[in-house]
């Protein structure tokens, strides 16, 4: 059965329950005839091709596009594969010359410590000597040795003063960029296109960096962690630590403008004059 009122093929239970009020219901025989060469059949099948053909254009456009991110991610792995090799030769470049540096300074060390041995070894003999003369029986050779190792015993005191004062170039020392390993915390992330854009902020808050007005016109991390920020008003650079305190500062002789990291322990920066 076909209700034309609501354009519905239907069985007889439908018409007799849903449609029974219905004034066009026709038999699907006589509502069908002449159906093949009718403008409603052309313009249907026209449509299923049109769709089918849109469907079949979206199906191989999904293909292609899985295709190229399968791609994508084959090349993004092999990207941090090739990063983390860099970064791995990289690393032991700096543990080789980290290593180098010690052992430099450790010779240095220890050329000024075996002087000092060296020194100790001469002046205990000529000391040991000097006890043994006092065993003399002559007494006229005894005084002489008496007087002889006072001045000696002034001699080893003034020595012995002079080795315990702290002498840098004694000191072997090595600090960790322990801000490297903070800020190796990942290689990087993932991010859809739809996620880059531009930010413009402003950091609102109260932060101990000067008991009066400051203008700061540059800031940059340093490898520890810590900032340095360029304070124009007070002619000064000022490293602040990670709870934005001021831990020190230097006067420059200008304004600074900008402020820039150049290496582990040194800024540059751009004077006003």
Do not use: W
């Amino acid at each position: 059965m076909f209700c034309k009122d609501h354009d519905e093929v239907c069985c007889a239970v439908c018409i007799a329950i849903k449609h029974r009020a219905c004034v066009n219901v026709y038999i699907l025989p006589d509502i069908s005839k002449g159906i093949r060469d009718s403008t409603e059949y052309k313009d249907t099948k026209h449509s299923l091709q049109t769709i089918l053909s849109k469907m079949k254009k979206e199906s191989e456009a999904g293909k292609c596009k899985l295709n190229n991110l399968e791609k994508k991610k084959e090349k993004l792995l092999e990207d941090v594969d090739i990063f983390k090799e860099e970064l791995i030769k990289k690393i032991k470049q700096l543990a080789d010359t980290s290593k180098k540096q010690i052992c430099l300074k450790f010779e240095d060390c220890k050329k000024v410590i075996q002087s000092d041995l060296n020194t100790l070894d001469t002046v205990i003999s000529t000391t040991t000597t000097s006890e043994q003369k006092l065993s003399i029986k002559n007494e006229a050779q005894l005084f002489v040795n008496i007087k002889t190792s006072k001045v000696s015993i002034k001699d080893c005191e003034a020595l012995l003063s002079d080795m315990s004062k702290v002498r840098t170039n004694e000191e072997l020392e090595f600090t960790l960029n322990q801000g490297l390993k903070k800020t190796l915390d990942s290689l990087g992330c993932v991010v859809a296109e739809e996620d880059i854009k531009a930010y413009r902020a402003t950091l609102y808050g109260k932060f101990k960096i000067d008991p009066k007005y400051c203008q700061i016109c540059g800031i940059c991390t340093m490898d520890d962690g810590t900032f340095v920020i360029a304070d124009y008003t007070h002619s000064k650079l000022k490293r602040l630590n990670e709870s934005f305190t001021v831990e020190d500062h230097i006067k420059v002789g200008g304004n600074p403008y900008s402020v820039c990291s150049v290496g582990p322990k040194e800024v540059a920066t751009f004077l006003v004059v």
